[in-house]
């Protein structure tokens, strides 16, 4: 009964291919958001959607792209998958979209070869 | 746009110990501080926070101050213990899309 849980755990992929990582929350928030931490551990937004809109867009290459399908699950695309997007991503949740208390994952190790 | 400095970016203290981690922010409009812990392998969880009418908040072990003026805000652990070993962060917010700017981090060791 994890509140956010995210597959796979761990992918590691050749460059070029193209992946998705699954988002989920059973915490019936109506927010959720993805992350990126580096390995320097630097945590950055990325997207964040309300009610299956998207509200928060960071200057994430187009590459990426988020798709909600419904307010309890928030996926992760990336297409054309390159080193540099070798990292953890974590997705989160909270009840609203105005300074309330974010629940993240466990997160998912992506690596690219 | 934000941007949150934290410091030190390591800190070693002996068990029993008290930690003082420090973080700055730059948008006079952030008004949220969360404080997330982040153990080994795990996602980040939010262990305190504080909003820009409060100077100061305690819960049990773990207390937030503020100083708006300043732009300064900082985390305090008393009676430190093994478990409280993690990765700390500080963020900011402002009032809408709860878009959280998190500062680097901080490596927290306590030693027993």
């Known amino acids: 009964d994890t509140a956010v849980s995210q597959t796979p755990k761990y992918l590691v992929t050749q460059m070029g291919n193209d992946k998705s990582i699954k988002c989920e929350q059973n915490l019936g928030h109506d927010t959720m958001y993805w992350y990126k931490q580096d390995s320097k551990k630097f945590l950055k937004i990325m997207f964040s959607y309300n009610n299956k809109e998207l509200i928060i867009n960071e200057t994430v290459p187009n590459r990426f792209s988020p798709k909600s399908p419904d307010k309890a699950h928030l996926n992760l695309h990336i297409n054309s998958l390159e080193l540099g997007d070798s990292a953890v991503y974590f997705c989160?949740?909270?009840?609203?979209?105005?300074?309330?208390?974010?629940?993240f994952g466990p997160g998912t190790r992506l690596l690219v070869l | 746009g934000e941007n949150v400095e934290q410091h030190p970016s390591t800190l070693s203290v002996q068990e029993g110990d008290s930690a003082v981690i420090k973080c700055t922010y730059s948008d006079s409009a952030s008004n949220y501080f969360p404080w997330y812990k982040q153990e080994l392998g795990k996602g980040p969880q939010l262990i305190i926070d504080?909003?820009?009418?409060?100077g100061e908040k305690k819960d049990q072990r773990i207390a937030v101050t503020l100083n708006k003026t300043a732009k300064h805000f900082s985390l305090h652990i008393t009676e430190t213990q093994p478990e409280d070993s993690a990765v700390y962060f500080c963020?900011?917010?402002?009032?809408?899309?709860?878009?959280?700017?998190f500062g680097a981090g901080t490596i927290l060791r306590v030693k027993s």
């Open positions: 504080i909003r820009s009418n409060v």
């Open positions: 989160a949740s909270s009840q609203g979209h105005t300074q309330e208390t974010q629940y």
């Open positions: 963020a900011a917010s402002k009032e809408y899309g709860n878009k959280l700017v």
